[in-house]
């Protein structure tokens, strides 16, 4: 890993900057960021002037985010792979060859709705593909300490850049026309192709082959659904994404409605928002170090509440833009909470599948509830949304009961050492299912330790691949248990054993003090097969005592 280390015991949202890798893709992202913006603004005025259609106009939104929520799960497996500098590399060139060919376009006078959302959905690819590659990049160019503070980093710097950017979209637009706001953009997106291809960090490599496609799914999704901190992180996401996102869709018609106004009033409220985010992001460390973290986040969901119920209320713009501020800060401190938990809950291997999941659903969860605060504000009124959502918002904090945020900043999840026993048989890749079983001596007094030990093995030997594990006691010898667990392949097997941390191995050295055993507990290795054919007789392989 490389990174730089920190000079203070506990490291300020800032510290990460120290680091010349990190620092110089955060600002490249940045200045990126601000160029999609701009575009965006540029695209929706363009579609405005070139079509009669209010749904062109409208679809601009769900051109540019349907491709992470569809393909954010794909990109999270190619994420973790392939080359994640690799990966980013190729979606902000994506990003950057779509920006071009939309200057080009309009700079020869060829545009077409279809054709501007055409780029802007292969925007949103290259978006869905570089997203889950950066995230999970955080853990491998930072030490573990300086994760939270990268989130909060990354969090802070899109929200001041969202403030900013759509108006200082509106001022290029007013003065240089679109052609000159697409140029912007497209020299913008050039900045983060350039970082990447000019830095470069060291990643431990797999031994092991890359996995297919549809097994690396499949395996990310039973590793999210076997993890209660991550299903609790993307539980709470989802909901609040669906409830606190009525502040952001309905803020247009609190300005038109209720303050009487237009787009600099929109403007102004937007900064307060993001606003209260940067205050929020710069003073987190302080924060995390003095309220636990699901009692943040619950605060969090109450100030959003706070903030829907002051909409609901307005007559004053001051007013508005202060409550404003106060839902931008929870805001950032609910997506940075719950995106660090997801982070520190997963292992290298699989920490790209698992943000990305995390970032479909709640995707999920903001367009699910656009489409509710808007249809009640449609349907009733706007008064009657704004205080259901603030409702629903506090309904979130409350669900931090059932559901606590505990990140484990802690626990170490770099993989085992761990070295493939010897085998009597030549066993292909593919070969199995192979079946493991280990026997343990232990006493009356013990067996309760033991079967706790055994839970906590249970569910990191499930996380990490095992199939139908099980734990056995011997009728004739009741001071005997066998554990028994299978894999589909040989090559599944080899996974396993190098997807376990060093957190998921602590239960073996419990379970070995339990052991009275004359001789340490050691596994045995069979290798399944059926007896329709003589030529697949029973196989029986023994393997070294575990280490």
Known sequence: MQHETSHRSVPTTLAPLRN????????????SSLGWLVQTVAI?????????????????????TLPAFFVSILAGAIADNFSRRGVMFAGQCLIALASI??????????????LILGLAFLAGCGFALNDPAWHASVGDILAKRDIPAAVTLMSVGYNIIRSIGPALGGVILAFFGPLAAFAFASLSDLAPPIALWRTKWHVRSSPLPRERMTMAIHDGVRFTALSSEIRAAIARATLFGMASISILALLPLVVRDKLVSGPIVYGVLLAGFGTGAFIAGMSNGFLRRTVSQN???????????????????????????????????????????????????????????????YYALTYGGLAAGSWIWGAIAQNYSLTLALIGAAGALLLVAAVGIVLPIRPREDLDQESSDFRAPDLALDLKPRSGPIVAKVDYSISETNIDAFL?????????????????????????????????FRTPTWMDFLRLNHRLTAADKEADEHILALHDGEFPPYTVLSIERTTEATRTRASTIFSRPPR
């Not at 929706?44 to 540019?64: E, G, K, N, R």
């Not at 959003?304 to 713009?317: D, M, Y």
């Not at 906590?456 to 139908?468: C, D, E, L, P, W």
């Open 44 to 64: 929706s005025w363009l579609l405005v002037t070139i079509s009669a259609s209010d749904l062109m106009v409208a679809l601009v939104q769900a051109a540019s």
């Open 452 to 484: 706790g030990c055994m839970r906590a093995k249970r569910h990191a030997f499930s996380r990490a691949g095992a199939r139908n594990w099980t734990l056995q006691r011997n009728l004739q010898t009741p001071s005997l248990w066998t554990e028994t």
């Open 101 to 114: 060919t939309l200057t080009i376009s309009v700079g020869l006078g060829f545009v077409h709705p279809w």
């Open 20 to 31: 010349q890798v990190f620092r110089s893709i955060w600002i490249s992202t940045q200045i």
């Open 295 to 357: 009692s943040l986040m619950a605060f969090a969901s109450m100030a959003c509440a706070a903030c829907c119920i002051s909409l609901a209320l307005a007559s004053s713009v001051a007013l508005a833009a202060i409550f404003m501020a106060i839902g931008g800060a929870g805001w950032l401190i609910t997506w940075t909470g719950t995106g660090v938990s997801v982070q520190l809950a997963s292992p290298k291997w699989v920490v790209g599948r698992t943000l990305s999941i």
